[in-house]
């Protein structure tokens, strides 16, 4: 079964809190190790990891209507 989108975001904002700025660092090496182990579902899950780190490291804009 596959991660929720809850347990992705969740896994994002603790690398982020762990590793800071080097937390999408830290996720791409992770998908390129198990790429060589022939992990592709384990990848596929980093790739949807570091999404969620951009997105959760990305600040809130000040919208003004």
Do not use: Y
């Not at 992705?8 to 700025?21: C, K, V």
């Not at 937390?23 to 969620?52: C, N, Q, S």
């Amino acid at each position: 079964m596959p991660p929720s989108d809850l347990d992705i975001a969740r896994t994002a904002h603790l690398l982020i809190q762990q590793h800071g700025d080097e937390a999408t660092a830290m996720a791409r090496r992770k998908v390129e190790e198990m790429r060589r182990k022939g992990d592709t579902d384990g990848a596929d899950i980093r790739l949807r990891i570091i999404v969620a780190i951009g997105t959760l490291g990305t600040p809130p804009t000040d919208a003004r209507h």
